[in-house]
């Protein structure tokens, strides 16, 4: 007698991660596990974009602790970074060279800068501020406060708003002010004068300056427990607002302006955004791994944004072992993805009128700094390409009654892969990942001449023409693959492998059938 199969498809998963302890209530577009891959608005997820170190050549540096961008409108863009007490700067492909002339930097400090009429301010907390003005030229600045020229002061923070220099959490005649800012004369970065300053809930809890990030009509000033805003556009009008006395952010974690707001990591907590008027709480999907541990904090976790993306790199500790790995949120559809890049400080590097990228400097793969989401689908962190390892978990499948047991049939599996090879996936019954059984697939990178970009079109007798229908390179056809029945479960739920080529998948659906049996 012939059974009458019902059928449950996944065709979204655009939820992305969600960490909660009760899987058994996870969206059928999140995933309790994945590694390595992006969701897609539409629905599917794919494999990630690759990383490619800086210089091409993969030398290593010594331990890279500060990223920062400096342009001029002559057309120079440089990356300028500091590893142990060395200062060095590359365009983003060429090699990195040693910016010699200002002091050396203590080793382990962390270096931020900003450009101002086209030259590159830096601080980095406990030693002399300095400048770079072109190539590998670099000049201290002094420290006197008293309206003369050519000084800067000693500082961990700096930012530019409003045409003036700001900086945060002082050393003055050394001794530290870790709740005073200080503002330079009006477009004059190097000219100071010794009132022109705030100190900001002095001795409140420990509170301490974090963080500078200019947002529109105001400046905010990041504390460890707390936020404020300073309005105004001169020394006579800049007024200080605190804005909350709840959540702050980490010390040197670089809390980052966006369209949307400012995102900001608090304490163990995870991430907030300020959109100017109320502070968000956006982490609650991950959370539990902070609880839980797998979420440490041996050093600052680093934000960055990018082609409209967070990006979050955190310390993560699994079977054992702490590595860096990068997060990714994509604010339009509420998802977080978890990857395998351990960057430690990232910058976006978006020079005036030329190609923006995201750079992270390496803390497993020490010394090498990176661009990310590159057009590749393998990584390249010195000279050979390494295979990015991906996988996706779905949630629960249980055809709307998660008590009755059912008889499953042959899942299908919608994907798209650009090279031939073999996909080993894992089965889990009954809300239990202790019951997994491995099996494998196999697919077939194939192309078209029916898709964009080998499709041809010419006239009715087939003689006339040799347009192509353009499009991007690799066009591949997407298939329908049947899996191995899954026998008899209350519940089932697939986690995919990536397949064991060095090139791009995607996974768009994925239909379960199933007969239910009677309840009794």
């Known amino acids: 007698m012939a059974r ?18 009760d899987q058994f209530n996870l969206a059928q577009n999140e995933s309790p596990d994945l590694l390595n891959v992006d969701v ?74 900003v450009t101002m009429n086209n030259v590159f301010y830096a601080v980095s907390g406990d030693i002399t501020s300095f400048k770079v003005s072109s190539g590998n030229s670099g000049t201290d600045l002094g420290t006197n406060l008293n309206g003369t020229a050519g000084n800067f002061p000693i500082s961990q923070y700096v930012a530019f708003w409003n045409n003036h220099m700001w900086t945060g959490k002082t050393r003055e005649s050394s001794i530290y002010y870790n709740s005073r800012i200080r503002w330079s004369h009006l477009n004059d970065p190097e000219t100071w004068t010794q009132t022109s300053y705030a100190d900001i809930d002095i001795g ?7 963080g500078l990030v200019p947002m529109s009509d105001r400046l905010l000033i990041f504390k460890s427990n707390s936020v404020h805003a300073m309005f105004g556009h001169d020394t006579e009008t800049f007024q200080m607002v605190p804005l909350t006395r709840d959540v702050g952010s980490v010390a040197l974690s670089s809390p980052v302006s966006t369209p949307l707001g400012v995102f900001f990591w608090h304490d163990q907590a995870g991430v907030y955004l300020y959109d100017g008027t109320n502070f968000n709480y956006i982490f609650d999907k991950l959370k539990p791994a902070i609880d839980d541990g797998r979420i440490r904090f041996n050093t600052p976790p680093q934000l960055a944004w990018f082609r409209n993306r967070l990006y979050v790199s955190i310390d993560w500790t699994e079977d054992g072992l702490t590595k860096r790995r990068t997060l990714v949120y994509d604010p339009s559809l509420g998802a977080w993805t978890l990857t395998n890049i351990d960057a430690e400080p990232l910058l976006a590097h978006v020079p005036p009128g030329g190609e923006p990228f995201l750079i992270g400097a390496c803390k497993d793969n020490s010394g090498r700094v990176i661009k990310l989401e590159q057009n590749r689908y393998t990584d390249l962190y010195a000279q050979t390409p390494a295979k990015i390892v991906s996988y996706f978990t779905t949630p629960w499948v249980s055809g709307k009654n998660p008590i009755v047991q059912k008889r499953w049939g042959k899942p299908r599996l919608v994907m798209d892969t650009s090279a031939t090879g073999s996909v080993d996936y894992e089965v889990y019954n009954d809300y239990d990942k202790a019951t997994s059984v491995t099996k494998t697939f196999q697919v077939t990178g194939r192309g078209s001449t029916s898709v964009f970009g080998a499709a041809t079109w ?10 192509t229908w353009s499009a991007s390179a690799g066009q591949s056809i997407t298939d329908v693959i049947k899996l191995t029945t899954m026998g008899s479960a209350k519940s089932v739920a697939i986690k995919i492998n990536g397949p064991d080529h060095l090139s791009a998948y995607e996974v768009n659906a994925m239909m379960f059938t199933y007969v239910p049996r009677r309840l009794r």
Request: with cysteine.
């Open 4 to 21: 009458n199969y019902s059928l449950q498809a996944l065709t979204s998963f655009a939820g992305g991660l969600n960490y909660r302890t």
């Open 40 to 113: 897609d608005p539409r629905g599917g997820i794919r494999l990630r974009r690759g990383i490619e170190v800086i210089d091409g050549a993969g030398t290593a540096l010594g331990a890279v602790k500060g990223l920062g961008s400096f342009f001029t409108d002559g057309g120079l863009s440089e990356i300028i970074c500091n590893h142990g007490t060395v200062v060095a700067f590359s365009t983003g492909s060429s090699a990195w060279t040693p910016i010699s002339g200002q002091t050396a930097r203590t080793s382990g400090s962390r270096m931020y800068g």
């Open 204 to 210: 409140e809890r420990g509170d301490e300056i974090t």
């Open 458 to 467: 010419r006239s009715n007798s087939g003689d006339v023409g040799d347009g």
